[in-house]
């Protein structure tokens, strides 16, 4: 995630990051994780807040301590690349001096995200919402490990890792403790992601053209594999080709939605926002933003925050769109939002795309009828790029 955090807390929110640390970090795990949700509530009683339990599980790098479990560094890593630099760049001397050396330890962090979510106006994105890590520290062993089976590092990189191997013999470093991980003002994600999207449409419309062939204008007997294809703009076009704007050619290049965009927009206009269901009462999303070479990237993954186990529901020969609505809407009461299944279809691996275009084609046919805002959402499924990744489950609780 990008540090720079103009979707972080918005001044309206009534908290700062700092105090959120404060309180968070004093909180002792439970189960339920309520005891988190009631120190937030004492701290700022006007905030609704809701916490969900994690059921997803990671490791993270740890640090060092000593045989007395006196803390040596907070990170490993760090700490044996210093070593290395010391050593005039000879990772392979740093790892001889302190394999299997018994007196300085490697530990990691195993645990869970805890979602925490502030809502702050009426707006399906209008909220905040908190990635909590909920930690066990536990050490693994030795800091550089000494079985005669490791293989010798091929790098600094792969010295430091080390970390990343499961141990069975790992032990418990104090107690769980909760850490605020990140926050992010869903609503500033999104303005800030439609902003860097539009500039880099912008950039690339400004370097590239389309070259489209001409009716009629291949050789007789041929067939034209790409009829248009992208260039650089000042590319020289080929007799019988002629230059056509990106945005001539896809007149929604620009102000086309990202999933995530789509994600909201779609909750806000259809039932399932329209009844006042909250969706960060069903949903978490893991916001993302990173750099490369072709520049900035924001990105958001949704997650389902149920822990009932949902039936995998697909279209099946013979069966009539009757039945497999009665099965939409028993899952719909299940997760306890009407027009959810759509968004289970959107995201996840509960509900197949077919079963969309089933009832897509039930409902233009005049088989089944929908509220007129849940007909323009599943008729403008189409061509929708659906979310990739597998959803986590959760259990929320207020």
């Not at 339920?32 to 009683?45: G, K, Q, V």
């Not at 392979?92 to 394999?99: D, E, I, M, P, S």
């Not at 536990?138 to 590092?153: E, H, N, Q, S, T």
């Amino acid at each position: 995630m990008s540090d720079r955090m103009t979707y972080g807390i918005p001044a309206s929110a009534g908290f700062d990051l700092q105090d959120l640390e404060t309180v968070i970090a004093a909180s002792r795990p439970t189960k339920s994780h309520d005891a988190l949700r009631r120190a937030l509530a004492a701290r700022w009683p006007t905030i609704p807040w809701r916490v969900a339990a994690p059921s997803d599980e990671f490791t993270m790098e740890g640090g060092i301590v000593d045989q007395t479990l006196t803390r040596v560094a907070d990170k490993a890593s760090s700490w044996i690349r210093q070593r290395v630099v010391e050593a005039d760049g000879d990772y392979l001397l740093v790892w001889r001096q302190f394999k299997g050396d018994p007196s300085l330890l490697r530990t990691a962090f195993r645990g869970g995200t805890v979602w925490v979510f502030a809502p702050l106006g009426e707006g399906a994105a209008d909220y905040v919402q908190l990635a909590v890590d909920q930690l066990q520290e536990v050490v693994l062993g030795p800091l550089i490990d000494g079985a005669d089976w490791r293989r010798r590092p091929e790098s600094i990189d792969d010295l430091c890792d080390e970390w990343d191997v499961a141990s069975i013999d790992s032990k418990p470093l104090g107690g769980l403790r909760y850490r605020l991980r990140r926050a992010v003002h869903a609503d500033g994600f999104l303005a800030e992601l439609a902003a860097v999207e539009r500039q880099r449409r912008m950039e690339f419309l400004a370097g590239n053209i389309l070259h489209e062939q001409r009716r009629g204008a291949g050789r007789p007997g041929t067939i034209a594999v790409t009829a248009t294809h992208r260039v650089r703009r000042g590319t020289p076009v080929t007799p019988g080709y002629r230059e056509v704007e990106i945005t001539e050619q896809d007149p929604e290049y620009l102000s086309r939605k990202m999933p995530i965009e789509r994600f909201y927009a779609d909750w806000s206009a259809s039932s399932a926002g329209r009844l006042a269901n909250h969706l960060f009462d069903h949903w978490a999303v893991r916001f993302s933003d990173h750099e490369d070479d072709r520049g900035r990237h924001l990105h958001g993954i949704p997650v389902w925050l149920t822990r009932k186990t949902l039936p995998k529901i697909e279209t099946k020969s013979g069966q009539t769109v009757f039945a497999l609505m009665d099965q939409l809407q028993r899952l719909d009461g299940r997760v306890g939002c009407t027009f959810g299944w759509y968004f289970f279809m959107l995201h996840g691996n509960r509900i197949g795309p077919s079963v969309g275009e089933q009832v897509t084609e039930a409902v233009e046919d005049g088989m089944i009828t929908l509220p007129r805002w849940d007909r323009d959402n599943t008729q403008a499924m189409e061509g929708r790029a659906l979310f990739v990744l597998m959803p986590r489950g959760a259990h929320c609780s207020r």
